[in-house]
């Protein structure tokens, strides 16, 4: 058929004109809708796993999903992962003002260091959040810096706990070669008077962080110490016997330690 239009031209060209632009934008809203949705189920994804490996649930894991990359990049530099440290801190001093009420004693309170006291985030930047594996060279020369930034939750709730009258240990799975530089990061992070600072030696360097920090909380134990509570990024910094009378698990989707 040959319609024409009041330009004389006619009307097929016209159709053709316009099913082109149409068409490309329909596939442009496909796009859009297709980018969209897949950031919606990566998202969906991610949140799932996050909550699986803070919970615990997954087990030991090497290195996060490459999809939840940018994931747990947002969430380490975001509000969320603030919201989060500050929950645990104040669900902490909770049970700390009830534990302590009568007799001080010897109550203690343990605290984790690295990704509990100090954030090693500049550090796992380089490590893509946790997409590469742990690199042993690269980390003592991250610790020999000096310069990890305190977690402002922790900081306070260390410093509340302190005022409480708890005695305060630090046990940390660094080694002995790096006490004075980590004694020295600690208290330019604004961390100090802790009663003892326990780091790994020589017979500890192949012991699993669990049996490591078991045997180091029975050893306080057998020297009075009374463990109310117990702070850590991994559950390998909480788990196994003797466990104090509470644990208190720190966010930290970007690695796991056995
Ligand atoms: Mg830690």
Redesign the pocket.
């Known amino acids: 058929m040959s319609f024409k239009s009041s330009s004389n031209t006619p009307m097929y060209f016209h159709s053709k004109t316009l099913i082109v632009p149409i068409i490309s934008l329909l596939l442009i809203l496909l796009s859009v809708s297709s980018s969209s949705s897949l950031k919606t189920t990566h998202s969906a994804f991610c949140n799932s796993w996050a909550s699986s490996v803070e919970n615990n649930n997954a087990g030991p894991w090497e290195t996060i999903p490459a999809k939840c990359k940018s994931f747990v990049s947002d969430y380490m530099h975001g509000p969320r992962y603030i919201f989060d440290s500050e929950a645990v801190a104040s669900y902490s001093l909770a049970y700390a003002k009830k534990a302590i009420t009568g007799d001080v004693g010897n109550s203690t309170w343990i605290f ?5 006291l100090l954030s090693n985030l500049p550090y796992y930047r380089s490590l893509r959040y946790g997409s590469d594996s742990f690199n042993q060279t690269s980390w003592d020369q991250w610790v020999e810096k000096v310069n990890a930034p305190p977690i402002p939750a922790s900081l306070k709730l260390y410093n509340k706990l302190k005022k409480l009258g708890f005695k305060l240990v630090l046990l940390t799975g660094r080694f002995e070669e790096h006490r004075k530089l980590t004694e020295k990061n600690l208290k330019l992070a604004g961390y100090s008077s802790w009663k003892k600072l326990i780091l790994r030696d020589g017979s500890d360097r192949e012991k699993t962080a669990v049996v490591y920090k078991s045997e180091k909380r029975a050893m306080l134990e057998s020297e009075g110490f009374k463990i109310r509570g117990n702070s ?3 559950w390998s ?1 909480l788990l196994g016997s003797p466990m104090a009378e509470r644990s208190f698990k720190h966010p930290n989707p970007m690695y796991y330690t056995v």
Do not use: P
Not at 112 to 116: G, K, L, P, Y
């Open positions: 984790d260091i690295d990704d509990t850590g990024d991994q910094d």
